[in-house]
């Protein structure tokens, strides 16, 4: 399969290695976004967050909060983002689900996402379109 994370997994490609367990591999982000941007990655491929099996997700996020303490001590951030890009609309590249870890530190000039603001009604038809679509 052509995939980097794949590659990367099966040791074709070289990384940054943090941290590997029996179903998750971590390791820097190649261009991160700030010191210590880490990608959390299964082992198993995936293509987005709706393929991924819940208990690969729920070992992802285990993952992650063993790093995150790491991460944030060795780069003396005080927090972090945790980030999924999830289909190409939202600027996934790498079509192998995975976890951003990008610490943050006060002023580091990284912008948070433009709000916007609903118009009357909009929001309670919109919440009651969601919920229906989950029945
Ligand atoms: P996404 O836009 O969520 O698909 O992000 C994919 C991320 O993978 C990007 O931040 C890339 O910098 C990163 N990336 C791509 N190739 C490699 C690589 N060989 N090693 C480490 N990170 C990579």
């Known amino acids: 399969m052509d995939c980097v994370f794949c590659k990367i997994i099966a040791g074709q490609i070289p990384c940054d290695k943090v941290y590997e367990n029996g179903a998750v591999l971590a390791f820097l982000d190649i261009a991160p976004i700030s010191r210590g941007h880490v990608l959390v990655v299964p082992k198993l491929h995936f293509q987005d967050l709706a393929a991924t099996p819940a208990e690969t997700v729920s070992a992802m996020m285990d993952a992650l909060q063993v790093i995150a303490p790491a991460v ?19 600027g996934q590249i790498v079509m192998h689900t995975h976890f951003h870890l990008i610490p943050r530190i006060d002023g580091d000039g990284l ?6 603001r609903y118009g009357p009604e909009e929001s309670a038809g919109l919440a009651k379109d969601i919920a229906a679509a989950l029945r």
Do not use: D, E
């Open 111 to 116: 912008q948070s996402w433009p709000h916007q």
């Open 72 to 90: 944030l001590r060795v780069t003396h951030a005080p927090a972090f983002n945790v980030g999924i890009n999830n289909g190409a609309a939202a």
